[in-house]
C-alpha cells in the first residue's frame, strides 16, 4: 500500500504561481513512477505531468509545458507540481497517484505515463482556484 497527501493549493490570481507538494508513504520503495492529473467540474479527470524515479524523467501535457515543471525529491518520498504563469482553465481539483506495477529496467512511452489507468493509488486530491 502507498499512501498520498497532497497539499498547496488554493485560490490564486491570474498569471501567478503555486507549488503543489504530495508526500507518499508506506511501500514508496516499490514505486515505479508518480504522476499528477487534475479534473474540473463536469470533465474528466485529465494528466497534466510525471516522473519515472529511474532516470527522473519528465512527462507533460502539451497544455502545461513550458508553464508547469514537476520535480522529485526520493529521500523524501515527496514529488512537485511548481505552476506558473496559471490561467482560470487551470482550475481543478489536482490529484497525485503512483504508479507501483512498472519495471525500472523497461522502456515505457509518454502515452503510458499519461493513461490514470496505469496508476494504482490516489490521494485525496487539492482545490487550485485561478481567477481572471
Known amino acids: 500500500q502507498v499512501q498520498l497527501v497532497e497539499s498547496g493549493g488554493r485560490l490564486v490570481q491570474g498569471g501567478g504561481s503555486l507549488r503543489l507538494s504530495c508526500a507518499a508513504s508506506g511501500r514508496t520503495f516499490s514505486t515505479h513512477a508518480m504522476g499528477w492529473f487534475r479534473q474540473a467540474p463536469g470533465k474528466e479527470r485529465e494528466f497534466v505531468a510525471a516522473?519515472?524515479?529511474?532516470?527522473?524523467?519528465?512527462y507533460y501535457a502539451e497544455s502545461v509545458k513550458g508553464r508547469f515543471t514537476m520535480s522529485g525529491d526520493n529521500a523524501k518520498n515527496t514529488v512537485y507540481l511548481q505552476m506558473n504563469s496559471l490561467k482560470p482553465g487551470d482550475t481543478a481539483v489536482y490529484y497525485c497517484?503512483?504508479?507501483?506495477?512498472?519495471?525500472?529496467?523497461?522502456?515505457?512511452?509518454?502515452?503510458?505515463?499519461?493513461?490514470?489507468?496505469?496508476?494504482?493509488?490516489w490521494g485525496q486530491g487539492t482545490q487550485v482556484t485561478v481567477s481572471s
Open positions: 497517484a503512483a504508479n507501483t506495477r512498472g519495471l525500472s529496467y523497461r522502456y515505457y512511452s509518454g502515452d503510458y505515463y499519461a493513461d490514470k489507468n496505469n496508476y494504482d493509488y
Open positions: 516522473i519515472r524515479w529511474s532516470g527522473g524523467r519528465t
